[in-house]
Every structure is written in structure tokens, then in C-alpha cells.
């Protein structure tokens, strides 16, 4: 009697549970697994979304790893997965134009440039051959928020009330998330401010105009040898100009990036008879990076580094 008392309260606890589990299941987005299904277009906003999301979300990264960003090209499979998906999540402005078409199928799509309180500045001049061809060209104004913690920390914000628009019932929990994910980010701002605040120099020579947002936060002068996209070809008398100008300044070092052919940042350096190093920008990890467990903060902390011994920081 004893035994079958037991039983039948193991019984009615399974049931309990069951149902538990199935009203987890409702709260969340339209996947099977009760999760939301969110798409990032590239690595920055997967991580954060990642972070934000923690186990409630599943996120998709368009942008395979060691693939440059720009200009990315979607898959049908991609274009499907953002039409199903609860939340797209993206920078406008032309910096991924084929996810911001596929965004207009989706259910909820959203530009994360178009974020309250995130000051964009405009596009730097170009330099390009391609200038005025260039699909960004005309576009006005820089994506390369990211690159600043202090603006990465609005975008964190915005990823965090579109999860809670989505999915109210655990917006405490994004909230959290949310929270120590931003913490870390004031971190590294306030050790950038200190690491870059005593310099001897303050002109960083880089690939591609990614920087502008960065150059602004800490009070550096960025001068690319492309524009804003990386594929495009520098014309030979900016390269000319750019060498007479890092003689000139004492410039120690030529920034180059892990995505994209380092071959004219070493031509560049070579002229001038100065030396290359990586300064990362995070348009997404290689997959050796990956492997290694890295991450926006780990790299924003090497680039810290690169910077400082580039620039001669006390
Ligand atoms: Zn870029």
C-alpha cells in the first residue's frame, strides 16, 4: 500500500513536470525548442546576442567564420533562416546589403545603427579608386560602431529591448545578461581611455577606414590606406602621400587585419621603411581564432596592446 502511495505520487510528479516544461515551451519564440531564433549578420552582434540571449536564444551568425563582412553574400538556406527566424539583427547603411534585402521578409528585422542615443558619424573621404562607385559611397555614414565600447554598449542595449520585445516573460533575465555583458565593455573602455591616454603619438596608419569610431572615443587620428570597404584598391598617389607622411611623423608601425591580404599595408611599410602588426577589426574571427576561444574582448584587449607599442603609450 505503502509502495503503490509512492508510485502514484512519482506519477503525478512527472505529470507536474511535463506540463512544466511544456509551459516553458510557450513562453519563447516559434522554434520547437521554445527558443527565440535570432540572426546576427556578423560576428560583433552574434557574440552580443549571444551574451544577451545566454540560453534562451539560439543565434545564427550569417557571416561564416574568416569571412570578411562586407558585402557578404547570402545562401538560399540564409535566406530562408532569416525569413523564419523571430528577430534579425543587423547594421544598415550598405554595410551588408544582401541581409538587409533578405531583412524585409523577415518577421522582425532590425538596424542596429538606428539605435537611440548611438552618434554615427560620417563615412571619412575615401580614397578608393572606386570612390563614388562605391555602394558605401554614397551611403553617408560610418557602421563601424562596434569598434567603440562605449557605442557597442548602446547597440548591447538595443539587442537587449528587441530579446524583451520578443520574448517578455524573461526580459529580467536579458536584463542580467545584458548587464554583465556591458560591465565588461566599460571595462575595456576605461582601460583604453587609460592605456591610450599618455601617447607619444597619435596617428595610427590602418588598412581599411574601420577605426573612425575608435579614433573618436580615444583621441586618435586615423589615416587608411582604403576606404570603408577592405577589397577596395588604394590609388597610387594616396599610397605616395602616405608614405611621405609616416616619414615624416615618426609613424613605427602599419596596421594590416587577419581578413583581408596584408599585401599592400607591406608595401606601404616597406617603402617607409617601418614595421606591420595586426589591429583587429572585428568584422569576425578566423577559425583559428574560433578554436582558441577568442572574443571581443580578448581582441579589443590585443589591439589595446598594439596600439600602445605602436604609439609609444606610457
Ligand atoms: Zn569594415
Known amino acids: 500500500m505503502r509502495v503503490a502511495v509512492v508510485k502514484s505520487a512519482a506519477a503525478m510528479l512527472a505529470v507536474v ?31 552580443a546576442t549571444r551574451a544577451v540571449g545566454g540560453e534562451l536564444v539560439d543565434v545564427t551568425n550569417l557571416t561564416a567564420a574568416g569571412v570578411e563582412p562586407h558585402d557578404v553574400e547570402l545562401t538560399s538556406r540564409q535566406v530562408d533562416a532569416i525569413e523564419d527566424a523571430d528577430v534579425v539583427l543587423y547594421l544598415g547603411h550598405g554595410f551588408q546589403p544582401a541581409v538587409e534585402k533578405a531583412g524585409k521578409r523577415a518577421k522582425t528585422a532590425v538596424d542596429l545603427l538606428a539605435t537611440d542615443g548611438l552618434t554615427l558619424l560620417s563615412a571619412p573621404e575615401g580614397h578608393d579608386e572606386e570612390q563614388g562607385k562605391g555602394h ?15 557605442r557597442m554598449i548602446r547597440v548591447v542595449e538595443r539587442i537587449r529591448t528587441v530579446l524583451a520585445e520578443e520574448d517578455p516573460a524573461n526580459a529580467g533575465t536579458y536584463a542580467a545578461n545584458a548587464k554583465a555583458f556591458t560591465d565588461r565593455l566599460r571595462a575595456l573602455d ?89 589591429l583587429n577589426p572585428l568584422e569576425g574571427l578566423t577559425t583559428e581564432e574560433v578554436a582558441a576561444g577568442e572574443s571581443y574582448e580578448s581582441v579589443m584587449r590585443r589591439n589595446l596592446q598594439a596600439l600602445r607599442s605602436a604609439l609609444g603609450c606610457n
Not at 516553458?24 to 552574434?46: E, I, M, N, R
Not at 559611397?137 to 563601424?144: F, I, K, S, Y
Open 17 to 47: 513536470a511535463a506540463m512544466g516544461l511544456a509551459g516553458c515551451g510557450d513562453t519563447g519564440g516559434s522554434s520547437s525548442d521554445g527558443k527565440v531564433q535570432a540572426v546576427a549578420s556578423f560576428y560583433p552582434l552574434y557574440e
Open 190 to 278: 576605461a582601460d583604453f581611455r587609460s592605456g591610450l591616454g599618455s601617447c607619444q603619438r597619435r596617428r595610427i596608419v590602418t588598412s581599411h577606414a574601420a577605426f573612425t569610431y575608435l579614433a573618436d572615443r580615444y583621441d586618435l587620428r586615423q589615416e587608411a590606406i582604403a576606404g570603408l570597404a577592405p577589397e577596395s584598391e588604394p590609388n597610387p598617389r594616396r599610397l605616395a602621400e602616405l608614405t611621405d607622411q609616416v616619414k615624416a611623423d615618426g609613424t613605427t608601425t602599419i596596421f594590416y587585419e587577419t581578413l583581408v591580404s596584408p599585401r599592400v599595408a607591406e608595401a606601404l611599410a616597406r617603402e617607409a621603411r617601418v614595421t606591420t602588426a595586426v
Open 136 to 150: 558605401e559611397a554614397g551611403e553617408g555614414e560610418d557602421p563601424h560602431v562596434w569598434l567603440d565600447p562605449s
